[in-house]
């Protein structure tokens, strides 16, 4: 997954947000080293300390385990990632239906759609 920015919001929110994801999408597995702060940096080309304050934070939900002597990994806890993984689906739902409301649908519309897919 490309790294993209939106304008108007704080970079490092976005860089938490965005590892958040892969952490919970699978694509940095539990257990699994993550690059070096100063490689993500590059990769995303940003500030090395912005995205050290991203991973410090990370580090602070519980999503990344510091090892003094092999870097960050991502956390082996299954029970944080599926927590964490359930709060961003609650926080996405939540977006949703209140756009659907705001576009003047009932919460039974909404049901409906999404049973059925469309």
């Known amino acids: 997954m490309a790294w993209s920015f939106e304008n108007g919001r704080p970079i490092y929110t976005q860089l938490l947000e965005q590892i958040e994801q892969r952490i919970i999408s699978g694509e940095y597995s539990a257990g699994e080293k993550l690059p070096s702060v100063r490689d993500l940096a590059a990769e995303a080309a940003v500030n090395p300390n912005t995205m050290q304050r991203a991973m410090a934070e990370l580090e602070q939900r ?42 003047g649908f009932e919460k039974k519309e909404i049901i409906e759609l999404i049973e059925k897919g469309e």
């Open 62 to 103: 519980g999503l990344v385990v510091t090892n003094r002597t092999s870097g960050r990994t991502v956390t082996e806890d299954l029970e944080i990632l599926k927590k964490i993984k359930k709060e961003r689906a609650i926080e996405r739902t939540r977006i949703y239906i209140t756009q659907m409301k705001e576009m």
